[in-house]
């Protein structure tokens, strides 16, 4: 199947720094991403969907300015979270669809997802 | 009210024994259906789609009953390494935004 690749896994930083969290599809083109967050027993949470070439499209609630995404090929997505605080503590995850599999089902294949704790 | 909803569980299942669980949503004009399974501290991973006739995967059920919105999981013969937290997910269009449920955790006990 598709592969979506992190990176990276796990990452600690103090408050008020910027991290940046990459997303790649390996054997894939993907013109579309979407980042999601999870806290703690919690569903994913759809942040934003990155679109190759263009802006990003943000859910209501997400600050655009602090959760920047840049899509700048189709196969590699970017989320910087700028200036982060304790409570952006979370596990983020991409996930993209395969839209050039004749087979494509339309499920979502998922990176293997960000630890980000602020400290 | 959520647009997907799961019961949390946990589902405590002795090993060989079978366990269900369902997931309600919202939205009727939902067309694509899935079920993922996620492991602590890991990525959702697709378990199987759901399909309106309903499949089944070895010892994976899945069923859709759109009358009354809700798409279930049966797990026959269940295994030790059957243990994780099933999310369901729901797409209005075959291209529409994904809708999780928070998951419902199963623990397989010897």
């Known amino acids: 199947g598709a592969v979506v690749s992190q990176h990276p896994s796990r990452v600690i930083c103090k408050s008020g720094t910027s991290v940046k969290i990459e997303c790649r599809s390996l054997d894939f083109q993907a013109t579309t991403m979407f980042w999601y967050r999870q806290f703690p027993k919690q569903s994913l949470m759809l942040m934003a969907t990155?679109?190759?070439?263009?802006?990003?499209?943000?859910e209501q609630g997400v600050e655009k300015d602090k959760f920047l995404i840049n899509h700048a090929s189709l196969t590699l997505s970017t989320l910087t979270v700028t200036s982060a605080h304790p409570e952006d503590s979370s596990f983020y995850i991409c996930?993209?669809?395969?839209?050039?599999?004749?087979?494509?089902?339309?499920?979502?294949?998922f990176g293997e997802g960000s630890r980000l704790t602020v400290l | 009210r959520k647009e997907v909803e799961q019961d949390p569980g946990p589902f405590n299942v002795p090993e060989g024994a079978t366990v269900a669980f369902n997931c309600t949503y919202s939205?009727?004009?939902?067309?694509?259906f899935f079920w993922y399974r996620q492991d602590c501290r890991k990525e959702p991973k697709l378990l199987m789609s759901?399909?309106?006739s309903g499949n089944e995967d070895g010892r994976f059920t899945a069923q859709l009953n759109r009358a009354s919105q809700y798409i279930s999981l049966l797990i026959r013969d269940s295994k030790l390494s059957d243990s994780a937290t099933y999310l369901c997910a729901v797409k209005p269009d075959s291209w529409g935004k994904f809708q999780f449920g928070a998951g419902t955790q199963v623990v397989v006990t010897p």
């Open positions: 939205n009727s004009a939902s067309q694509s």
């Open positions: 996930s993209a669809r395969d839209a050039t599999s004749g087979t494509n089902t339309g499920e979502l294949f």
């Open positions: 990155s679109n190759e070439g263009s802006k990003a499209t943000y």
């Open positions: 759901v399909y309106s």
